[in-house]
């Protein structure tokens, strides 16, 4: 049988090294040469190296099985240690002097040296940091075999002779030989078909690169073996796409965190723009997810995502971490208003919107021209708050001459302006209304449009919508207009101008005191309101 695609890609890809040491370390036994000869000197999936090969993973493997069905069948148990890696681990016949590998916790398995019992069934171990604690038969993963009486400050020497044999390549090169045929393996099959002899150190190498492995092998449990299993090409072909996609996210996050700390250095004055963080769609996509974080308003991918930054970064995984780290880097002010964020405000404008704007305070066409009503007549106050940057209300005043109080409040028609569904009225839609903050103003329209062509302006013919109200002597509506007008707004006062002119009861200030008046009778005829409302409800009760 010849070999599958994904056999010989992965051919391809096993290292000189380690397909050296997957063919040459068996050449210290003496029924290998031939063997090692084709794979080392011929191009990987020839007809002598295939032939052979599978000739000598077939021997290995059923001479291996032979010897333990031999000791199967003699129920030799961990006295005998060389057998402890071809039989399930017997946890409660753990004794001193052994050295297994054992869970530390979700992340670590560390090696140790049993020490003593610990109860009835928990041990006590001193382990490669030469901490001494007790464990659990159950977090006991491995015991290395052929090792008696263990000194554990040697454990970092074992490790260190490890390291030379632990290739994770030679992983590949076993799949690619096993896979074919599915055949299954234990830790000592692998260990004499890798590494030549199923010795201690060769064994835990062994159970080292099958257990950690997560694409070639999968762990099978029978009633007498921990057996690793070849994966289907399918299989392995979709764990290494996940794998190299990981890696690559994981190496972005890198490069992100350095980032990070390279602008957490800076001083204030010197951090990046924060649009500079945008230009990289990863990257900006990352400072966003730190953002939705720091806000509380962020989807589950986005969570995790800044869960991890804040970690690499040394921070907690909380809001506040995330609002201080954006900070320190320059992306936020130190006094930032959170719920600009959180509800989606929106606080810049795009270039194209901000061009459509540019457009219409050049040319402000006026569909509603030949209906407006010329007020340009009135003496027109606009009063308001000294910090107002937009002017969009005003007011007007005379005495008729049978003695009512005739008011117009003026409203500034930005309408006249924008067409309906164009740019500027679909951003305008979105936003809904002005905010208005202590610390800073952002408006419904492009800010230049807003405080000029759509506000009123002191002696400037302005377009608005005019309510006219004429009042009864007690307050009462005595009838109303609503129409399109042209203004010319007389006074921009602020509350406290306005009330500085009424004490000064300036007699060419008449029309303000006819505004007073109105607003006094008004008020009056409120509370009237409100007094009989009150009557009735009582008499009702």
Known sequence: MGPSPMAARAAGGCSSAALALFGFRPLRRAVRPAAAFCWGQYPPYGGCRSRLAHSLVDS???ELRSRRRVRVSAK???QGTKELSDNKIDKRALQKGLLLEFQKDSDRSLLAVVERPDGKKNWMVTDQNGILSSIKPQQVTYVVPGVMNFDASRIDEFLEKAQDLLDPTVLECAWMELSENDKSITVEEFAEIVYGNKESLESYCAHFLLSRDIVYFVKVESRDYSIYQPRSPPQVEELLRRKRAKEEAEKELEEFVHLLKSAKALPMESKPPKSSWFVDEKVGQKIEALQAYAVDACSDEQRRLAGNILKAMGFTRTSSAALKLLINVGYFPVHVNLDLFKYDVRITYTEEVLSAAEELLVDRPD??????????????YAIDVDEADELDDALSAIRLPDGRIKVWIHVADPTCLIKPRSIIDREAMHRGTSIFLPTATFPMF???????????????QCKSVSVSVTLHPDGSIAEY????????????LTYESATELLYMNLKEEEELRILQEAASIRAQWRRSQVHAKSVLLFAAL
Request: aromatic share 2%; glycine share 4%.
């Open 60 to 62: 290995v493997l059923d």
């Open 76 to 78: 030799i148990g961990l």
């Open 367 to 380: 569909s509603d021209m030949h209906i407006r009503k010329d007020l340009s007549t009135l003496k027109v």
């Open 446 to 460: 492009p800010e230049r449009l807003a405080m000029n062509a759509m506000s009123l302006q002191q002696g400037k």
């Open 481 to 492: 207009t609503l129409e399109n007008s042209v203004i010319k707004p007389t006074y921009m």
